[in-house]
Nanobody, 119 residues
């Protein structure tokens, strides 16, 4: 079993920055990807960024050039540096760990952390 604990959310003004961190406990296999999703009120949960143990990264188009995901395989942590934040980035952000072959094999979620971008 894998447990995920997120930290770093909060209130920030437009144009500001926040850094989210997620620590995973339990057995994290190299086949697992780590990432961040978000869900805004009234919207579906969407993938924000994902990174594999080998360092392959993908971002949703709306955050490219503003967000940076990083992973420490030794510590089983994944961070999301969010810059140039916009009001539309407001959402609950969830840490996710999943088997890259299939979510049916492994798919774990954190409890979520609120990010609010507002003046």
């Amino acid at each position: 079993q894998v447990q995920l604990v997120e930290s770093g959310g909060g209130l920030v003004q437009p144009g500001g920055s926040l850094r989210l961190s997620c620590a995973a406990s339990g057995r994290i296999f190299s086949i697992y990807a780590m990432g961040w999703y978000r869900q805004a009120p009234g919207k579906e949960r969407e993938l924000v960024a994902r990174i594999t143990s080998g360092g392959s990264i993908m971002y949703v188009d709306s955050v490219k050039g503003r967000f940076i995901i990083s992973r420490d395989n030794a510590k089983n942590t994944v961070d999301l540096q969010m810059n140039s934040l916009k009001p539309e980035d407001t959402a609950v952000y969830y840490c996710n760990v999943r088997d890259t072959r299939s979510v049916l094999l492994a798919n774990y979620w954190g409890q979520g952390t609120q990010v609010t971008v507002s003046s």
